[in-house]
C-alpha cells in the first residue's frame, strides 16, 4: 500500500520570502501522479500544482514549483513570493495510474505567513 | 462549469442514527469519490464509484455506502453512527482518463453526539 508523509506539522515565513514544504512518499509503482492541495479555513480543496512520475521536469505554476525526486520518492513545494493567501493546510497526495480515483493524503502541513 | 457542490454544510445527530450526504459533481465528470476528514488530519479515502457502480473502497466498514445516480450525482450514507464518525466528508469528482486531477467540494461537517 502506498503511503505519504509530511514531517513538518506547522511552518511559517515571512511576507514576500519562500518556503519549501516536504513531502515523502513509499510505492512500488513506477507511474503515478503526486499532488499538492491547499485547504483554507473555507475547507474547500483547492489543487495547488501537480506531478506526473513519468515526467522528469518539475513542475512550476507560477509562485509555486516542486522538487520531484522520483529515486529518492521525495515531492517537496517551494513557495516564492509568499502572500498572506498563501496561509492554510498543505497536503501531499498521491494517486495511482491504474487504481482508480483514491488519492492518498500526508498528515498535512500548517503554513502560516507573517506580515 | 459549475464546480461540485456538497449537501448540507452542518449537521449534528445522535449516535445510532442514520445520515445521507449529497454531492452534485462538476459538469462532465463522471467519476465520484468521498474522503473522511477527522479534526487535524488528512483526508482518507471512503470509496468511489464510475458509472454508478462502487469501483474502489477504502478501509471503512459496510454501515459506510453510497450511490450514484445517472446524472453523477452521488450520496453518501452511513448507518448506526459512532462518536468517532464525527469529521468533514469531501466528495470529489473527476473525469475517468483525464489528466487525474481531483475537483473537491466543500465538505460536510458531521457531529455525532
Known amino acids: 500500500a502506498q503511503t505519504v508523509t509530511q514531517s513538518q506539522p506547522e511552518m511559517s515565513v515571512q511576507e514576500a520570502e519562500t518556503v519549501t514544504l516536504s513531502c515523502t512518499y513509499d510505492?512500488?509503482?513506477?507511474?503515478?501522479?503526486l499532488f499538492w492541495y491547499k485547504q483554507p479555513p473555507s475547507r474547500q480543496m483547492i489543487l495547488v500544482i501537480r506531478?506526473?512520475?513519468?515526467?522528469?521536469q518539475n513542475a512550476t505554476e507560477n509562485r509555486f514549483s516542486v522538487n520531484f525526486q522520483k529515486a529518492a520518492k521525495s515531492f517537496s513545494l517551494k513557495i516564492s513570493d509568499s502572500q498572506l493567501g498563501d496561509a492554510a493546510m498543505y497536503f501531499c497526495?498521491?494517486?495511482?495510474?491504474?487504481?482508480?480515483?483514491?488519492?492518498?493524503f500526508g498528515a498535512g502541513t500548517i503554513l502560516r505567513v507573517k506580515s | 462549469e459549475t464546480g461540485v457542490t456538497q449537501s448540507p454544510t452542518h449537521l449534528i445527530k445522535t449516535r445510532g442514527q442514520q445520515v445521507t450526504l449529497r454531492c452534485s459533481s462538476q459538469?462532465?465528470?463522471?467519476?465520484v469519490s468521498w474522503y473522511q476528514q477527522a479534526l487535524g488530519q488528512g483526508p482518507q479515502f471512503i470509496f468511489q464509484?464510475?458509472?454508478?457502480?462502487?469501483?474502489g473502497r477504502g478501509n471503512f466498514p459496510p454501515r459506510f455506502s453510497g450511490l450514484q445516480f445517472p446524472n453523477y450525482s452521488s450520496e453518501l450514507n452511513v448507518n448506526a453512527l459512532e462518536l468517532d464518525d464525527s469529521a468533514l466528508y469531501l466528495c470529489?469528482?473527476?473525469?475517468?482518463?483525464?489528466?487525474?486531477?481531483?475537483?473537491f467540494g466543500e465538505g460536510s461537517r458531521l457531529t455525532v453526539l
Open positions: 459538469s462532465g465528470h463522471n467519476t
Open positions: 470529489a469528482s473527476s473525469f475517468s482518463g483525464g489528466t487525474g486531477e481531483l475537483f
Open positions: 497526495a498521491y494517486r495511482s495510474f491504474e487504481y482508480g480515483n483514491k488519492l492518498v
Open positions: 506531478q506526473e512520475a513519468y515526467k522528469q
Open positions: 510505492t512500488s509503482e513506477s507511474d503515478y501522479y
Open positions: 464509484y464510475y458509472r454508478e457502480e462502487e469501483n
